[in-house]
T-cell receptor, first 110, second 118 residues
Framework: DAKTTQPNSMESNEEEPVHLPCNHS???????IHWYRQLPSQGPEYVIH???SNVNNRMASLAIAEDRKSSTLILHRATLRDAAVYYC???????????FGTGTLLAVQP | EAGVAQSPRYKIIEKRQSVAFWCNPI?????LYWYQQILGQGPKLLIQ????????DSQLPKDRFSAERLKGVDSTLKIQPAKLEDSAVYLC????????????????FGPGTRLTVL
């Protein structure tokens, strides 16, 4: 299974962009990069996923390095509701189950 | 659309007692998952069902944990007897996955059941 490395914690100010990095240098060529987040006292929720190209949705953008060894989740304007643990997870090809690490705890200051 | 429902939300028991958790997945979702999340860690998959068949239970401590998904809809997870180290949040999730192995399959999680074993 591919190993991922994420910062333990990050801080941001409200309404500013946030870039959450993830290293996944051993990712399989067929695995997608999925991001989930977990708000306090809730179950994880899906954020975004991608394979090679950058992806955008209403929640965030995902920038994937050309060699696929790293990716960055971008929250364009952080809100207090974005305070959560963010998990980067290779999944869907060679890896057929979600394997959660410890993720990045994002704190958003007003 | 209703989300994944779980009950109870909280449970406190003494060690060696038994406990059961219930999950109702999103309507039409073929695949159901149970995860265990210990404080400070990410969720860990315990068991995965597709319809009412087990796909993966490699991480399930089968000497004390059991799970079933009758009729391919609701599921129950049971612990008997409970140990102190079973204190955790138990999360249920579901996904459409019809066994096609789609790598984009999104999992939808319930709010979890927080178990405290004294």
């Amino acid at each position: 299974d591919a190993k991922t490395t994420q910062p333990n914690s990050m801080e941001s100010n409200e309404e500013e962009p946030v870039h959450l990095p993830c290293n996944h240098s051993t990712i399989s060529g067929t695995d997608y990069i999925h991001w989930y987040r977990q708000l306090p006292s809730q179950g994880p929720e899906y954020v975004i996923h991608g394979l090679t190209s950058n992806v955008n949705n209403r929640m965030a953008s995902l920038a994937i390095a050309e060699d696929r060894k790293s990716s960055t989740l971008i929250l364009h304007r952080a809100t207090l509701r974005d305070a959560a643990v963010y998990y980067c997870i290779p999944y869907g090809g060679a890896t057929n189950k979600l394997i959660f690490g410890t993720g990045t705890l994002l704190a958003v200051q007003p | 659309e209703a989300g994944v429902a779980q009950s109870p939300r909280y449970k406190i028991i003494e060690k060696r007692q038994s406990v059961a958790f219930w999950c109702n997945p999103i309507s039409g979702h073929a695949t159901l998952y149970w995860y265990q999340q210990i404080l400070g860690q990410g969720p860990k998959l315990l068991i995965q069902f597709q319809n009412n068949g087990v796909v993966d239970d490699s991480q399930l401590p089968k000497d004390r944990f059991s799970a079933e998904r009758l009729k391919g809809v609701d599921s129950t997870l049971k612990i008997q007897p409970a140990k102190l180290e079973d204190s955790a949040v138990y999360l249920c999730a579901s996904s459409l996955d019809m066994g096609t192995g789609l790598s984009t399959d999104t999992q939808y999680f319930g709010p979890g059941t927080r178990l405290t074993v004294l």
